[in-house]
């Protein structure tokens, strides 16, 4: 059973920073691509972005990108959502997501296996 915990969310302003953390439990998080998703209230569930099992290739939705930086650190298990300049409109709760294969990355959550919890990013104006 693979288990993914959330943290570093909070409330900021617009223009703020915050880094998301995601700690894995399991010994194959490295052989795996991971991803971010978030969900506003009464909205689906949207992709933010992917990164692959050894961090050399990434995904971003575009209404992220140039903003958002996914990392990973297989050697600590950990999985990194650093997000600038944020917005308004970035308000969610963000959940971390491992996927199924090991082969791809992909904004599709039907694509992801296990999933977190959640931790919760308001953004004020």
């Known amino acids: 059973q693979v288990q993914l915990v959330e943290s570093g969310g909070g409330s900021v302003q617009a223009g703020g920073s915050l880094r998301l953390s995601c700690v894995a439990s399991?010994?194959?998080?490295?052989?795996?691509?991971m991803g971010w998703f978030r969900q506003a209230p009464g909205k689906e569930r949207e992709f933010v972005a992917a990164i692959s099992w050894n961090g050399g290739r990434t995904l971003y939705a575009d209404s992220v990108k140039g903003r958002f930086t996914i990392s990973r650190d297989n050697a600590k298990i950990t999985v990194y959502l650093q997000m600038n300049s944020l917005k308004p409109e970035d308000t969610a709760v963000y959940s971390c997501?491992?996927?199924?294969?090991?082969?791809?990355?992909?904004?599709?959550?039907?694509?992801?296996?296990?999933w977190g919890q959640g931790t919760q990013v308001t953004v004020s104006s």
């Open positions: 997501a491992r996927m199924r294969t090991t082969v791809i990355i992909s904004p599709t959550p039907g694509d992801y296996d296990y």
């Open positions: 399991g010994r194959t998080f490295s052989d795996y691509s």
